[in-house]
């Protein structure tokens, strides 16, 4: 069973914006960095997003500008604030824990089981 529960994915138009969700166990993994990845059919899942306990964040350059990830860790979520959507952000979105804000899948400890965003033309 996956640790971390995602959801918000769904069919958008190109232009148009989207919100994910993550749920996780904090008291059970560590959760110091959370992230965002995503991966599309026959390519290899790739960092999206990313931010520490103390707020600081990473984002990936195809993304910047048009993609804000945030926490509340009092609600133990992390969201994905998705807007200017494009064709090519068509992927499943996976959401993961770990102790290091990393680029890397190997720097992640948890992962849930994804959440499709598909962007039509």
């Known amino acids: 069973q996956a640790q971390l529960v995602e959801s918000g994915g769904g069919l958008v138009q190109a232009g148009g914006s989207l919100r994910l969700s993550c749920t996780y166990p904090?008291?059970?993994?560590?959760?110091?960095?959370m992230a965002w990845f995503r991966q599309a059919p026959g390519n290899a899942r790739e960092f999206v997003a990313g931010?520490?306990?103390?707020?600081?964040?990473r984002y990936r350059d195809s993304v910047k500008g048009r993609f804000t990830i945030s926490r509340d860790r009092a609600r133990s979520s992390v969201y994905l604030q998705m807007a200017m959507l494009k064709v090519e952000d068509t992927a499943v979105y996976y959401c993961?824990?770990?102790?290091?804000?990393?680029?890397?899948?190997?720097?992640?400890?948890?992962w849930g089981q994804g959440t499709q965003v598909t962007v039509s033309s």
């Open positions: 931010i520490l306990w103390t707020g600081l964040t």
């Open positions: 904090e008291r059970t993994l560590n959760t110091d960095a």
């Open positions: 993961a824990a770990g102790g290091r804000l990393e680029t890397s899948i190997d720097g992640y400890d948890a």
